[in-house]
């Protein structure tokens, strides 16, 4: 439960510069008619965060351009990050950093 714990503050805290290529084998792999499919509580979720917030970051956290990339909807993205109240924090936060509009 702890290397959990860590794994997802890892992902949630550290950015890397996002993959120009688009998404990953991973994330492809997870990714059925655009919708994303993994829980919060599986090993590949906090890979799937910090893909999600490393490209969210690229595009200055607008949502729609970077679920386009992703190849899933907003809703599927935000709904990724919601599932962790530690990636839903930093979602929000980086956003009101930027100006950008709160998420419902």
């Given at each position: 439960?702890?290397l959990?714990?860590?794994?997802?503050?890892?992902a949630?805290?550290?950015?890397?510069q996002?993959d120009?290529?688009?998404?990953?084998?991973?994330?492809?792999?997870r990714?059925?008619?655009?919708?994303?499919?993994?829980?919060a509580?599986?090993?590949?979720?906090?890979?799937?965060?910090?893909?999600?917030?490393?490209?969210?970051?690229?595009?200055?956290?607008?949502?729609?351009?970077?679920?386009?990339?992703?190849?899933?909807?907003?809703t599927?993205?935000v709904?990724?990050?919601?599932?962790?109240?530690?990636?839903?924090?930093?979602?929000?936060?980086?956003?009101?950093e930027?100006?950008?509009p709160?998420l419902?």
């Amino acid at each position: 439960m702890a290397l959990k714990r860590l794994r997802l503050k890892l992902a949630v805290e550290h950015r890397t510069q996002a993959d120009s290529k688009g998404p990953s084998e991973l994330w492809r792999s997870r990714v059925r008619r655009r919708q994303l499919v993994i829980s919060a509580g599986h090993d590949d979720y906090p890979a799937l965060v910090a893909e999600a917030l490393d490209q969210l970051q690229a595009h200055g956290f607008h949502i729609a351009p970077t679920a386009e990339v992703l190849g899933v909807s907003g809703t599927q993205l935000v709904g990724l990050l919601s599932k962790s109240p530690a990636g839903w924090v930093a979602l929000k936060t980086h956003r009101a950093e930027l100006g950008l509009p709160p998420l419902k």
